[in-house]
Structures are given as structure tokens and as C-alpha cells.
């Protein structure tokens, strides 16, 4: 009886993969196909040859990439991954996103990963304690990944809600306690608010997420947010949920909820508009707004030569075709590889992250914002030091 | 049925304590020794051997782990200042409020579940019809099965919202004792929640040791008790209770070292803050517990948080262990001096008077052998 039942799953299963393999191919296949016909003007003569990127791509490549991180990457990962397998059938790469930013970079810095993905440069201490690994020239921050944190609610009979940078910062120091507080009807002229309790929902897990938007709000109301920045949310007496999905699902499922979450995990959750610049102008999310946010914001202030670490100053993010809270994600390898060859496939696998394509393929499949082509750039050549 | 074997192993190694018997067996078989015997002799005490060395590397690894992060100095130390470690001044301020919070949600789960479970183990042992029985074990122990992961879900897809008109009323008109007051919680990610979904967890395994114990309340004890005049509930209370308490203490505490370990439905189901809080209805004031606090923040820890992370989770291997040993040396202590023995001393002086005077004959004889099965079973 027991033999028996075990065995009906398995086969399922098994039929499941094959199913599963099929359509991650012919996936991949499409956005490969799709993304190139969409992005023709940008990258000139992409549209008759699938491979090209900033630097062509060598397709006899072979060779497996071992590499793992921040998980809001996964997504983003997956798709890439999949994308430059079907082109370089060569290479396998492993991500593995259960480590999270803070492992990824633990067991990079070990020598156990080819690079790793995190949503925070290396600190000083880190790039020094690189160098035991990489050599002198130490380990390189590039700008991967760009989505949005999204400020979502859940008020019935609210939609189309505003709010400005203080009114943010006030409620998420549980400042402002019910929904029709003052501070949220003046960014909401004419609406009626209902006097419902607001209950903030935030991540009980480490994230880079919460660093995003803790050291947004830091910078941009330091007197009313002056808990510092951090992977850790800082104030006390939130909702904390496990992971954006369960910030996600608490603020769906309850009444006079608000939480933040990466723009490309909220599902169908209402976001509100946020307030840009110091006027009342409030911006809707996009992926167009965050790249324009990146580009007006980030200053690359470089650690060691060709590092690329970017530094966000919101005080930048006036114009209303930006949206005011980028979430940036790195990858991180070394300058010197002990593996010529590795270092070769790592670049190949980097570049194309690091591609106009690589970035619409994330942008489809993951939901991200694509890089400013400015960054790309300097990421090629960033690049092009690794040997 | 699984568990019940094991229960059954366990009676056979508490009972064997003593003389060696499985050495004595051994001592025997070698005077005509052959292959197959040293074969099986071998490989069970590589088993056994391997279970502690399992058990010790373990240990050490995560003694090894966390002694840096035991000894560093948290007010200085640049990786423990920031993150999930940040604003403690030892290791031993960050994971005070952490026991706390384990111990008192596994007691929460415990006063929840245990009633019920041994409620449900009596109903299978000493009520239900056998075919009801037989079901209703099986449907117990299917619960053992669940991935931890699934109550976390059913704790949040369900549990969560149905227990919020519960939450609410508790702490209007029970606010002013210390556990229910407080903001109460609009999402129901609550420690009464988590406890919830953990005494479910933990059924299964009380239930299913107190109902093989319940069983083997010798028929005799109990028919006497009925002979007496005693009422069936009258009868379980006289034979049924003092023979398997130390049983379901055991069982108790197993339950309660599943619970103390149990990482992810927590994880996911309450909304935790570190700190010395006694409230199951508030959202921003529930204590959190050391497995889902690990779980929540490895990924974003650097080295040495992580060390931190491994530290706490060296304590709770120590209150586990000891949770486990306590657990174990009941069932030992009963099972060598013998369940009736101490079945007379706790029994009610009237009663053991009675059950002695009324046949002197024959109540030594029929204690043997009752002696002789308690042990084996």
C-alpha cells in the first residue's frame, strides 16, 4: 500500500521536470528571440545574430560557474542563467540564492564562489580581506540589477494613494498611527481616508530590501528616521513577515496594512505613488523611473580600479520621470582569478549580465529595471581588467 | 506504527539497563561463534558507534563555530555592531531574550497541545471502538508527516485570520492579564498563533507515546478497579493514570523538545521582536525564538554574525539535549524499578489496601507476572 503510493508521486514527478525542462528551454528560447526584436535600435545589428552583446560572445566556452547571493537576484539569475546556457551550451552556472547577500559574500570570500551576488558592496574590511584571494588588484562591485522598492497597502475603498518622503518616514516610525492622520490627508487632498489603525508590515528577515529603503528614508528625512540603515528593519512594535512574499501576502490579506517590498515580487498589490523631490509630486513606479532615478542619483566612487560601487545620493532624484527608491544589486569577482579559464567564463557570463540584452532579459522575466547604458558600459570595461 | 515500535525499543533498552543484556546475549552466542552472528554484532555496534560520533561532531562543530563569536567583544567588534547582531553588548544579552522567547513559546504550544493529545491517546486506548481506534491512530500519526513548512502556510492562510475575533476578545475582556494585554494584532501573526500551529506539531508525538503507555496498563489493575465498583473514569484514574505518568511526562517533554526546535513554521507565522516579552496578542511585542531567529537572519550574516547565529543555536542543542535527557532518564526510571512497584506507592492507600487484603494469595503471583510484562513490553 505504502510502496504503492510512494511510487505515483515519483512518477509524477519525473514527468513534471521533463515538462518543466521543455518549457524552461523553449522559454528561454523566446525571450532570447523576443528580446533581441525588441531591442534592435539599441544594439545595432542584434537583429540577425542572437549573440551579440557589448562584447560578442565566445559560444565554445565550456566550463561550470559556481556563484550564489542575494536572493531578490534569483529571478533575474534564473533567467540569465538560462538565456546564456541555450547560447553556450558549454557552461553550466550554479546560483545559489539560499545564502543570501551575506553568505554569497562569506563563501565568495572563502574562494569558493566565482563571484558573488549582493546587495551590498563589499565594506573596506572586506575588500582588504579580499585580497587574500584575488591578489593585489582586490575584487570588483558591479551594478547588476536595478528594481524599485514598492510602498504597498491594502485600504479598502483607497486607491490612488499618495505619499510624501516625511509622511513615509512618519508612518514607518509608527508616527502616525491611523489613516486619517493629517500628515497622510495633505498629500491626499479630496480623498477620504477612513480612521483605521495602520498596521506597518515589515521583513523580520535580513534583507537588502529593508537596506534599500532604510537607507533612502535615513537620507531623505534624517530628523524623522534617525534609526541608522541597515540589513536589520530598526524600529520596534512593525508586523514583521518572512521574506518579501510574506510582506506581500500580510499586506494583502489585512486592513489598514502598509509594507515595502521589491517592486517585482508585489504581484497584484496596490502601490502607492511616492512623493519625488521636495515638491508635491508623487510618481508612480516604473522601470523606466527607476533607471532614470539610477542614472540622476549614483556616483561611482571606486575602492580599488575598476571597482564600481555606487553611491545614491536621493537628494539628486527631482525630475518626475524618476521614481525615488531604486534597489541596486552587485555582483562581485575578483580582479585576478587562479583559473585563467574560469576567469574567462565568469567574464563571458558577467558581460552578458552586464548587456543591453542581459538586462531586457531580467527586465522580462524578472521584473527588474534595466541599467542606464552609462553603467553598462563602465561595466564592460570593468570587465575587461578581470584576468 | 513507526512510533510505536520506537516506543517499544525504548521500553526494551530502558528495561535493559541494567544487566546488560544485549552484551549477555553476545557473551553466549560467542562460545559457538559464527560468521553471521560476528557480522550483525558488528555492523549493529558500528550503528551505535556512529550515532555518537554523529552526536559529537555535531558538538563540536558547533562549539568550534561560535566560540569566536562567544568571545568577541560585541560593543567594538565592527561585523557585531551592524546587522542582525547589532546593539548587544555580549553574546550572552543577545541570546537571554532568545531562550526566553523558545522556552515560552514551546510552553504556550505545550499548555495548548498536551491536554489534547493526551486526551486524544486516551479516547484511542480506553473509549473508542477498535476499528475507530485503529483509524484515529493512524490519521495521528499521519500528522507526523506534514512538512513543518505546510503548518507554517496553514498557519498563515488560516490560522492567522481565524484566530483574529479571538485575539480581539481575549484582550478586551481579559486585557488586564499581563499576557493578553497590549496593542492586539490586525494581521494575527501572534504567538498564540504560533502556538497554535505548534501544539498541532507536537500531537502527534505525545499522542501517539501516551496512547502505547495507556495500553499497557496491565488488565488486571484496571479489572480490579471495575471489580471494586470503580466508574470507568474512576478506573482510569486509580490504574490508568498513576502507572503511565511518568510515560506522558516523557512524552510531554519529547513534545516539548520538537516544539523548542522548531524553526520554520515560527519563522513564518509570528512577527518577532528580540526582548523579554510575556504577550501572545500583540504584533510588535512577541518574543522570538532562537531556530526561527537563525533561519530569519543566516542569509544576510556576515563571518562572524553567522558564528553568532551558530552560537545561539549551540544553546538551544544544550536545551534540547537536556529537555531530551530528562525525558529519557523518567522512562529509564520507570522501566527498571518497575512500572507497579511504583504503581503501589502512588496508587491511593485504600485502594492498594483493599487490592492486597482482598486476595493475599493471589496478588503476589499475578504482580510477577504483571512485573515480568511490564518490563518486556
Redesign the interface.
Known amino acids: 500500500m505504502l510502496a504503492r503510493r510512494g511510487h505515483h508521486p515519483e512518477g509524477n514527478t519525473v514527468k513534471f521536470k521533463h515538462v518543466a525542462t521543455a518549457g524552461a528551454v523553449a522559454l528561454a528560447a523566446a525571450i532570447a528571440l523576443t528580446s533581441c526584436a525588441s531591442t534592435p535600435s539599441a544594439t545595432p545589428g542584434a537583429s540577425n545574430n542572437a549573440t551579440s552583446a557589448a562584447t560578442p560572445l565566445d559560444t565554445t566556452l565550456t566550463g561550470t560557474i559556481t556563484a550564489g547571493g542575494s536572493?531578490a537576484q534569483a529571478n533575474a539569475q534564473t533567467a540569465w542563467s538560462t538565456a546564456f546556457h541555450t547560447q553556450v551550451a558549454g557552461t553550466t552556472i550554479n546560483y545559489d540564492k539560499?545564502?543570501?547577500?551575506?553568505?554569497g559574500?562569506?563563501n565568495w570570500?572563502a574562494g569558493s564562489y566565482d563571484f558573488a551576488g549582493s546587495d551590498a558592496a563589499l565594506t573596506a574590511?572586506?575588500q582588504t580581506s579580499s585580497q587574500a584571494n584575488c591578489g593585489a588588484g582586490g575584487a570588483l562591485d558591479l551594478p547588476a540589477y536595478l528594481s524599485g522598492v514598492a510602498i504597498i497597502y491594502n485600504l479598502p475603498g483607497v486607491t490612488g494613494l499618495k505619499l510624501s518622503s516625511a509622511t513615509l518616514a512618519k508612518i514607518f516610525t509608527l508616527q502616525v498611527k491611523t489613516w486619517n492622520d493629517p500628515a497622510i490627508a495633505a498629500d491626499n487632498p479630496g480623498a477620504s481616508l477612513p480612521s483605521t489603525?495602520i498596521?506597518v508590515?515589515t521583513r523580520?528577515?535580513?534583507?537588502?530590501t529593508t537596506a534599500n529603503f532604510t537607507t533612502y528614508l535615513h537620507d531623505v528625512q534624517p530628523s524623522i528616521f534617525t534609526q541608522?540603515a541597515?540589513?536589520?528593519w530598526p524600529v520596534?512594535?512593525?508586523?514583521?513577515?518572512?521574506g518579501g512574499s510574506?510582506v506581500v501576502?500580510?499586506v494583502t490579506?489585512?486592513?489598514?496594512?502598509i509594507g515595502y517590498a521589491d517592486h517585482s515580487s508585489i504581484g497584484t498589490a496596490t502601490a502607492a505613488d511616492i512623493q519625488v523631490g521636495t515638491a508635491k509630486t508623487f510618481v508612480t513606479y516604473s522601470a523606466k523611473g527607476a533607471t532614470n532615478a539610477f542614472a540622476a542619483a549614483a556616483t561611482t566612487t571606486p575602492s580599488t580600479k575598476g571597482d564600481l560601487t555606487q553611491v545614491l545620493d536621493y537628494s539628486k532624484i527631482t525630475n518626475k520621470d524618476s521614481y525615488p527608491i531604486p534597489l541596486l544589486s552587485y555582483q562581485i569577482l575578483c580582479t585576478t582569478f587562479k583559473d585563467p579559464a574560469q576567469a574567462k567564463v565568469t567574464k563571458a557570463y558577467l558581460g552578458y549580465i552586464g548587456s543591453e540584452i542581459g538586462q531586457a532579459i531580467a527586465a522580462k522575466n524578472a521584473g527588474s529595471a534595466p541599467l542606464p547604458a552609462a553603467i553598462l558600459a563602465d561595466v564592460q570595461k570593468s570587465l575587461a581588467l578581470v584576468k | 506504527m513507526t512510533t510505536s515500535e520506537a516506543v517499544r525499543s525504548r521500553g526494551n533498552a530502558a528495561g535493559a539497563t541494567g544487566p546488560r543484556s544485549p552484551r549477555g546475549g553476545a557473551g553466549q552466542a560467542r562460545l559457538k561463534s559464527r560468521p553471521a552472528d560476528r557480522i550483525f554484532f558488528g555492523l549493529s555496534l558500528g550503528s551505535a558507534v556512529l550515532i555518537v560520533v554523529i552526536l559529537a561532531a555535531v558538538a563540536t562543530f558547533l562549539i568550534v563555530q561560535s566560540i569566536p563569536a562567544i568571545t568577541a567583544d560585541w560593543k567594538t567588534s565592527p561585523e557585531l555592531s551592524t546587522g542582525p547582531t547589532a546593539g548587544y553588548s555580549s553574546f550572552w544579552s543577545y541570546v537571554a531574550p532568545l531562550i526566553w522567547g523558545t522556552v515560552w513559546v514551546s510552553a504556550i504550544a505545550l499548555v495548548i497541545g498536551a491536554p489534547i493529545a493526551i486526551g486524544i491517546a486516551l479516547f484511542i486506548s480506553h473509549y473508542a471502538p477498535r476499528r475507530l481506534a485503529g483509524v484515529l491512530g493512524y490519521l495521528i500519526d499521519l500528522l507526523a508527516a506534514v512538512p513543518s513548512i505546510v503548518f507554517g502556510l496553514w498557519g498563515i492562510i488560516v490560522i492567522r485570520p481565524l484566530l483574529l475575533p479571538l485575539t480581539d476578545w481575549l484582550n478586551q475582556n481579559l486585557g488586564w492579564i499581563p499576557i493578553f494585554a497590549g496593542k492586539p494584532s490586525t494581521t494575527g501573526s501572534t504567538i498564540l498563533a504560533g502556538g497554535v500551529v505548534l501544539a498541532v506539531m507536537i500531537l502527534p508525538i505525545i499522542s501517539s507515546i501516551s496512547r502505547e503507555i495507556f495500553l499497557q496498563t496491565p488488565r488486571l489493575h484496571e479489572e480490579a478497579a471495575l471489580a471494586l465498583g470503580a466508574t470507568k473514569w474512576e478506573m482510569i484514574k486509580l490504574a490508568v493514570f498513576p502507572y503511565a505518568r511518568s510515560g506522558v511526562v516523557s512524552a510531554t517533554l519529547l513534545g516539548l523538545g520538537r516544539a523548542l526546535g522548531e524553526t520554520m513554521a515560527i519563522a513564518l507565522i509570528i512577527s518577532p521582536s528580540i526582548g523579554f516579552s510575556l504577550r501572545i496578542l500583540t504584533e510588535g511585542q512577541n518574543a522570538q525564538t532562537i531556530a526561527a531567529n537563525i533561519a530569519l537572519n543566516f542569509q544576510v550574516a556576515d563571518a562572524l554574525q553567522r558564528k553568532a547565529l551558530i552560537g545561539t543555536g549551540l544553546v538551544l542543542f544544550v536545551i534540547s539535549l537536556a529537555v531530551n535527557i530528562v525525558a529519557r532518564f523518567i522512562v529509564s526510571r520507570t522501566g527498571k524499578s518497575g512500572g507497579p512497584r511504583r504503581r503501589v506507592q502512588l496508587a491511593p492507600p485504600e485502594a492498594a489496601s483493599l487490592f492486597v487484603a482482598n486476595d493475599p494469595a493471589l496478588s503476589p503471583v499475578r504482580g510477577t507476572s504483571d512485573k515480568a510484562e511490564g518490563a518486556s513490553a
Open positions: 536572493s539560499s545564502q543570501g547577500s551575506g553568505g559574500v562569506t570570500l574590511a572586506q489603525a498596521t508590515v523580520s528577515d535580513g534583507s537588502g541608522a541597515g540589513t536589520a520596534a512594535g512593525t508586523s514583521g513577515q518572512q510574506g501576502n500580510t490579506a489585512g486592513a489598514g496594512t
